[in-house]
């Protein structure tokens, strides 16, 4: 049976890592990659993902790694970063050779929402302008299809199952 | 100029991620891999890296991945985990192709430093047995070489410079 590497993108304050954390579990041999993790392996030296190509392409090269090893031993992987369609693209590329279905999920929401639950955040992992940069970058995104997205605004947190069963059952999420 | 990686490996409670991380600040563009950290990316379906080896080598197979992209964009690697002689030189293969010096430092305490130091951790974290065990492998494994082994029970945790200087300047711990 093709196994599943599902991307779960979106701006920052979305719910992303609560949606994969919460997927990943629902799976079965499954593996959690925060790319947020893994843009952190560098110490001294690297810059900022959304300002320095290389520590983004390093970033990138180290979560495709993660992810064929992962697929070697026949796991799931859910990935959890800010992904845009180029580099799902790029990632898709790389496993090419491979049996392997790809499902890209953009959790978006409005920016009220996007505000309000950044503000919830420890003072010092609140995004803020970075977080409606990011929205209105996955808005102005021509190569971002809109079967991709998914608006969880009308969501309420206890409803984050039916999140779930959305993204495990409908195929419009494939990415092709 | 070659890089280095350097593996900084012993029982668990010795110190390694303290060492480690301090290490890492120390050297020009650096990056930190927890080899912990990396054997927790499998979430569900995988077993504890010390009692199924398909865990163990995927957890290699992902250091090794990520080591060798971060030696591509030039980064000095300093990987902190419970690393065997074997393991070691499973790595060194996997690096063989590069220009690039292994640093192998095995940091060792005695039976009461590390029952101490186990129980001022906090409650989930305590290893107990696990780091005894550990420790009688290090000592018991013949692969082992006396050069590589750093003692730190004489250190104080204020002189935590004076170890990083050691690794840093004593070649007795290049691994060949």
Same sequence: chains 1, 2.
Avoid: C
């Amino acid at each position: 049976m093709k196994n599943t590497v599902y991307i779960i993108s979106g701006p920052a304050g979305v719910g992303k890592s609560t949606t994969s954390q919460r997927l990943v579990q629902q799976l079965n041999k499954s593996a959690y990659i925060s790319g947020d993790d893994v843009s952190h392996i560098p110490v001294n030296g690297r810059g900022m993902p959304w300002l320095d190509q290389d520590t983004l392409d390093l970033t990138w090269n180290n979560i495709s790694s993660l992810t064929k090893n992962l697929l070697d031993y026949e796991y799931n992987v859910v990935i959890d970063y800010v992904a845009f369609p180029n580099e799902v693209k790029w990632l898709s590329q790389q496993l090419r050779n491979r049996e392997v279905r790809i499902v890209y999920v953009v959790l978006m929401v409005d920016k009220e929402t996007i505000k309000f639950r950044d503000r919830l955040r420890p003072e010092g992992e609140q995004m803020g302008e970075r977080s409606l940069i990011l929205l209105e970058e996955f808005d102005n995104d021509t190569e971002l299809m809109d079967k991709n997205k998914l608006y969880t605004h009308q969501y309420r947190v206890e409803q984050l199952s039916e999140i779930i069963e959305e993204i495990l059952k409908n195929d419009k999420y494939l990415f092709s």
